[in-house]
């Protein structure tokens, strides 16, 4: 039986709960079977961003969806040095799972800059598009017709971001809303921001 795969990338530095939320929502939502989370190697669009070690940004996904069984987690654009482009991902990604549906978790923030995505028609041939939408949030309109097949999930809003999370780590602050204690532990344990 056909499948229906979310893929959710980012840099996850660190992931929190905005992450694991639209991943949850996603699955109950619309019938999903499981969501794999892509930490990227590099953005095209964080290219001067400071940036955790790969190896401690995947060990903190792992940690932080350990408890679900419908989560994975993927290497594939950690073990691929340089720019990590989505539409490569999706390629890989069909070659893994040939007969499954793939659907693309974004936020609405990177779906208002997706015309400017490397390929980007290629992604919307390959994939259905899920954009995670605060609660009230106007859909916002696109200047490329193709994308009207973009599914919108409406949900809960967390107001959090990874930098504020890395500030308040730096600040010295503990129990940090949003950031799942074990990952809080780890980040401390070994002094990564």
Same mark, same amino acid.
């Given at each position: ?26 699955? @109950? &939502? ?31 996904? @792992?940690?932080?969806? &350990? ?42 923030? &990177? ?23 605060? @609660? ?6 696109? =200047? ?9 999930? =409406? ?39």
């Amino acid at each position: 039986m056909n499948k229906k795969i979310g893929l959710l990338g980012g840099s996850f530095n660190p992931i929190h709960e905005a992450h694991t939320s639209v991943a949850n929502y996603f699955i @109950k &939502q619309h019938s999903a079977d499981k969501v794999v989370f892509i930490p990227c190697n590099v953005s095209p669009f964080k290219t001067n961003e400071s940036i955790a070690p790969n190896n401690h940004r995947l060990e903190m996904v @792992k940690i932080a969806i &350990q408890d679900s069984p419908l989560f994975d987690v993927s290497e594939y654009e950690l073990d691929n040095n340089g720019i990590s482009y989505t539409f490569q991902t999706i390629q890989h990604f069909k070659g893994l799972y040939p007969a499954d549906k793939l659907c693309l978790l974004v936020g609405g923030d &990177q779906a208002e800059n997706f015309h400017n995505w490397k390929n980007w028609q290629f992604i919307l041939d390959n994939a259905d598009i899920y954009v995670a939408l605060r @609660k009230g949030y106007k859909i916002p309109t696109y =200047e490329f017709e193709s994308y009207k097949k973009a599914i919108y999930m =409406e949900m809960p809003f967390i107001e959090i971001s990874a930098s504020a999370i890395r500030e308040k780590i730096v600040k010295g602050e503990k129990d940090i809303d949003y950031l799942h204690p074990e990952v809080e532990s780890y980040i401390l344990k070994n002094y990564i921001y």
